[in-house]
C-alpha cells in the first residue's frame, strides 16, 4: 500500500496587484483603512531622504490604496525624521447641484 502524503486543504491567497510586493507597508496601509482619518506614527529615526521617498510611495498609492503621508524632523537634529500616515476620511457632504441658466 502507498505511504499518505500528508497536506491540508485551503485557498490560495489573492494575487497581489501587479509590482506590488508583500510588505509591511501593504499590510499598515490595511491597517490604516480600519481607522480612517487617524494618524499613525509609520516609522521613526529615518535620514531626510529615506522618509521623503517613504511618504511618497504611501501617498502614491505604492503599497495597495493612496494614503495621507508627511514626514517631520522631530527634537534635535540627530533624532532624525518620522513618517505619519493616515487613511482619508470619506466626504460625507451632499453633492452641489447645478441650475442651468
Known amino acids: ?59 502614491l498609492g505604492k503599497y495597495g490604496a493612496a494614503v495621507e503621508a508627511t514626514f517631520v524632523q522631530v527634537g534635535r537634529r540627530s533624532d532624525g525624521w518620522s513618517v505619519y500616515a493616515r487613511f482619508p476620511v470619506k466626504a460625507t457632504g451632499s453633492p452641489v447641484s447645478r441650475r442651468k441658466s
Open 1 to 59: 500500500m502507498a505511504e499518505e502524503v500528508e497536506f491540508s486543504w485551503e485557498d490560495p491567497p489573492p494575487p497581489m496587484p501587479r509590482g506590488l510586493k508583500e510588505s509591511k507597508y501593504v499590510r499598515l496601509v490595511d491597517q490604516l483603512k480600519e481607522s480612517p482619518g487617524k494618524w499613525a506614527l509609520v516609522r521613526e529615526g529615518m535620514s531626510r531622504l529615506g522618509a521623503k521617498n517613504l511618504a511618497e510611495r504611501l501617498s
